[in-house]
């Protein structure tokens, strides 16, 4: 069973970059997809991008494609979220979460294991 512990948010200007992380801890992290979910106050959880277990393949919602990048180091037990561009609407709680499983998976639903997410709040 995987533990999993984000970090890197904060206070950033419209504009401007955050870069999360994700350590994991208690699996074989190569074996787990990785995805990055946000929630802002009042919504629901919504996908932001996911990861495949080797790093090969990669998917966005469609609002980030081009400002986000994810990627993993598995010697490190690690995924990283680039956020570049970011806007106001960005703000969120952000979370990591890990499947095991062969698909790029993209609902929330479909998550076994979460951390306890980090918050990125965007001025205007």
């Known amino acids: 069973q995987v533990q999993l512990v984000e970090s890197g948010g904060g206070l950033v200007q419209a504009g401007g970059s955050l870069r999360l992380s994700c350590a994991a801890s208690?699996?074989?992290?190569?074996?787990?997809?990785v995805g990055w979910f946000r929630q802002a106050p009042g919504k629901e959880r919504e996908f932001v991008a996911a990861i495949s277990r080797g790093g090969t393949s990669t998917t966005y919602a469609g609002s980030m494609k081009g400002r986000f990048t994810i990627s993993r180091d598995n010697a490190r037990n690690t995924v990283h979220l680039q956020m570049n561009s970011l806007k106001p609407e960005d703000t969120a709680v952000y979370y990591c979460a890990a499947q095991q499983t062969l698909a790029l998976v993209t609902g929330p639903n479909e998550y076994a294991y979460w951390g306890q997410g980090t918050q990125v709040t965007v001025s205007s």
């Open positions: 208690g699996g074989i992290f190569s074996r787990y997809v």
